[in-house]
């Protein structure tokens, strides 16, 4: 039953929408393929860094010190499933990066007017997309992203969308991130045009002492209401180059009609040399857990122009 309403309330909205309303579609794009954003909560505008933080804030591509390869697995439900590609290559102040989203909704069944079995099909939701960040000065990062969106229920609607974001560093401890998502044309299904989940958010993140941030988000959507996310993550270093581990948690006013700790998030993380493994863990409240796990990979040589340094 939990992994039914969990499918229902992610295809509903790429359903037409009453004549009455304006309701946003493929909400998809809402959910979060970023493990460290993710396992604080949902929060990072200010303290996104990398190509796996595309989602989070296109600005974090300005991070990517060579080239960094992103890959995440979600589990939101039995038959429920979504993969994460991305790519950022640094190329003395430009930074390029690449990404692919894909969700799976799982087999279900099709019925006539009269309740009669037509058959099975299956609900998808893809995105491609491609950004573009660099610096301005030494503490003012920007970025944008262009992406194709495409969702299918039977039939399969087409658009075209961007985001946009910046971060700027106020001093060594402190830092402020804005960005924008999802802006652009919407969906057509049938008759009707839906438009996609704009919307817009605002944070900050101090570093209170080193191996610590702390991030806070507010997160204004078009078609729904606000939210505000906060987080934590301590980075303990290990003995080694580039080696660590990282303990996150958060919780987020995003969903408070999901139960209790619908929230609620928690995440882990490793880095051993080029490679960082992370996972995320949200209860889900009561329609179901989910779960992230991410893999990044560094290679190259690091840009002659250096992006700056890892939050």
Do not use: C
Request: glycine letters at 16%; aromatic letters at 10%; hydrophobic letters at 40%.
């Amino acid at each position: 039953m939990r992994n039914l309403a969990l499918a229902v309330l992610l295809i509903a909205p790429a359903l037409p929408a009453r004549a009455a309303g304006r309701n946003s579609t493929v909400e998809f794009l809402n959910t979060q393929p970023d493990a460290r954003a993710a396992g604080m909560g949902d929060a990072g505008q200010a303290s996104a860094a990398g190509a796996g933080a595309l989602t989070t804030n296109p600005a974090a591509l300005s991070a990517v010190q060579a080239h960094e390869a992103y890959f995440t697995h979600s589990i939101l439900g039995n038959g429920i499933g979504a993969d994460h590609l991305a790519y950022g290559g640094a190329f003395g102040v430009h930074r390029f990066g690449l990404a692919y989203r894909h969700l799976g909704y799982g087999t279900l069944e099709g019925r006539d007017n009269n309740g009669v079995v037509t058959g099975g099909f299956g609900p998808s939701d893809t995105v491609y997309a491609l950004s573009y960040g660099t610096t301005a000065g030494d503490k003012l990062r920007l970025a944008a992203t262009v992406k194709r969106v495409e969702s299918k229920i039977v039939a399969t609607a087409k658009t075209t969308a961007f985001d946009f974001g910046a971060q700027y560093d106020l001093d060594d401890d402190w830092a402020v991130g804005a960005s924008g998502h999802n802006f652009g044309g919407g969906l057509k299904f049938e008759s009707e045009s839906n438009p996609l989940p704009a919307r817009a958010a605002f944070g900050g993140a101090w570093r209170p002492s080193p191996g610590w941030n702390v991030a806070a988000d507010l997160v204004a959507p078009v078609y729904s209401a606000f939210y505000v996310a906060l987080g934590g993550e301590y980075r303990a270093r290990l003995s080694g180059e580039n080696n660590s581990v990282a303990f996150r948690a958060g919780i987020n006013t995003k969903t408070p009609d999901a139960g209790r700790f619908s929230g609620l998030k928690v995440g882990v993380g490793a880095r051993f040399g080029p490679v960082e493994a992370d996972y995320a863990f949200g209860p889900g409240g009561d329609i179901a857990g989910s779960h992230l796990f991410a893999i990044t990979y560094r290679f190259g040589t690091p840009s002659g122009e250096k992006g700056p340094r890892e939050r």
